[in-house]
């Protein structure tokens, strides 16, 4: 049985092997201190429950977010100002609200002040979820409406299962609406000005490193 340590006392949690539910109506900053920093437990505070999914995503999950992760660092350390986060770093919208922890969020430089310790205080600008098998209805379902209602800029959600990979920008009247490919094919980004990639890309058995991210960003100037 795994536990957390609260107050020099060690706490029994359940772990359970898929996804679940814990006792509810737990305050946001108890379940950062019990639950979001226990090594092994994936999980997510939803207004006041705890949900707690299974760990493994895949190793093409991992490789993909890896990918992604130096992809947009290395744009954004020379085009827009700002910081990016992965999974495990909620996104606290207030206490009614569940706290999302995107597989990535940006936040950029101007909303800096938002970021404490341990959570994001408000809407990052841009998220991005990988869909694991087990998940697909949360992250179109759920988490989309929650993301749009939360009024987070950018959605961007990637499906390796059905090789699908679509953008999502909050229109004018605070609705999500899909970005489209550009004339040579690629998935572009409102928020990211310059950004732009072929989602094929994802899809490769050896994803691209070092100088070949490094071409990718520079193809991005044509």
Do not use: C
């Amino acid at each position: 049985m795994k536990a957390a340590l609260v107050q020099d006392k060690e706490i029994p949690l359940h772990l359970p092997t898929k996804t679940d539910s814990l006792p509810r109506n737990i305050p946001f900053q108890e379940y950062l201190t019990l639950y979001d920093s226990v090594e092994g437990i994936r999980s997510e505070w939803v207004a006041g429950t705890v949900e707690v999914y299974a760990m493994s995503t895949g190793r093409k999950h991992a490789e993909l977010l890896g990918f992604l992760h130096v992809l947009f660092m290395f744009f954004m350390s020379k085009h827009r100002p700002g910081k990016i986060y992965l999974s495990d770093f909620p996104m606290f919208i207030n206490d009614t609200e569940p706290a999302r922890e995107p597989d990535l969020m940006i936040v950029f430089q101007e909303n800096q002040a938002r970021v404490q310790p341990t959570y994001l205080d408000g809407p990052a600008d841009l998220v991005l979820e990988i869909i694991p098998p087990e998940s697909g209805s949360r992250d179109r379902g759920d988490k989309f409406i929650e993301y749009e209602r939360f009024g987070v800029p950018e959605y961007w959600l990637i499906d390796p299962i059905r090789r699908a990979a679509t953008v999502y920008n909050l229109n004018a009247e605070g609705y999500y609406q899909e970005l489209g490919l550009d004339e040579h094919g690629r998935l572009t980004s409102k928020i990211l000005s310059g950004f732009a990639i072929d989602p094929d890309v994802f899809w490769q058995d050896d994803l691209p490193f070092g100088g070949e991210i490094l071409a990718l960003l520079e193809a991005m100037k044509s």
